[in-house]
Structure formats: C-alpha cells, structure tokens
C-alpha cells in the first residue's frame, strides 16, 4: 500500500485517524446534516491539498483516514475543516447568515494518531464502527 505522493521538493506518505466530536456530544450528527457533511468534510480538505481516505459519520462522533501533506500541521487541517464545516452546517441549517461567536457546533479537542504500517487495521475499525455501533445499542435494550 506505497501510495506515496509528492511535492515539489519532497515524496510523503503522512496518514492521520482523527476523531472528533459535536459539543457536548450531542447526538447532532444525524438527518440532514449526516448525507451532506461527508462531501462538505471532503471538499474542505481537498482546499489545504488533503484527502479523505475513509471516514464514518456516527451520531455523536467521527472517525476519519486523512492523508495529510507535510507542509500542513495537522492541528492546521482539523482547525480548517472544523471551523469551516461549523460555519457551514450554521448558514445551511441553523438559519444563520453570519457566523457569530459563540455558535460552536464541534467541541474544542480532537483525537490523532499516525497510522504508519497499520492502515489496513484502522479502515477496517472506521468502516466497523456502525456495525459495532449498533449492537451496543441493542444491548441496552435489554
């Protein structure tokens, strides 16, 4: 899985898992905002030259792959398509024309971790997460 890509004066492979999630871990994720969110989170990262490799979309988190290039932070990319995607979901379906402080949709943190040799593993856990997802709630049925 050597994919590596390249700029100008270097050669990369530089993979992040990032989870993050909306304030007070509300379950705002869904309807709407869930179809659409997936390509606004992608469209913004193709802006700072990133690619969204795999991501899940739950209620009250997100998992993300994220190839991310060397000229970026990557506290420069989360902080962009978190802003950004806050602004959005408040225009689109908040009713707001302007985005005014104090209106957060995500909570300030974030989870990274580097992938290195393990990207296999970590696709394969993103794209389980809703199956596992769903059998904790049917145990708490019971």
């Known amino acids: ?57 739950r209620g009250d988190h997100i998992h993300m792959l ?5 000229k970026y932070a990557v506290s420069q990319i989360v902080g962009y398509i978190k802003g950004k ?9 908040g009713g707001h ?9 995500w909570a300030r943190g974030y989870f990274v971790s580097t992938v290195g040799a393990d990207e296999a593993a970590i696709r394969s856990y993103i794209t389980r997460q809703e199956q596992n997802d769903c059998r904790i709630d049917q145990m708490k049925m019971f």
């Open 1 to 57: 899985m050597n994919d590596y890509q390249s700029l100008s004066h270097s050669t990369w492979d530089c993979k992040y898992h990032l989870v993050w999630i909306p304030k007070y871990r509300k379950k705002a994720i869904y309807g709407d905002i869930r179809r659409y969110l997936g390509e606004v989170l992608r469209e913004l990262a193709l802006q700072k030259e990133s690619k969204i490799l795999e991501g899940h979309l």
């Open 66 to 70: 994220v190839s991310i290039p060397p």
């Open 97 to 105: 024309k302007a985005n005014f402080t104090g209106q957060n949709f």
């Open 85 to 93: 995607s806050a602004i959005h979901i408040a225009r689109t379906y």
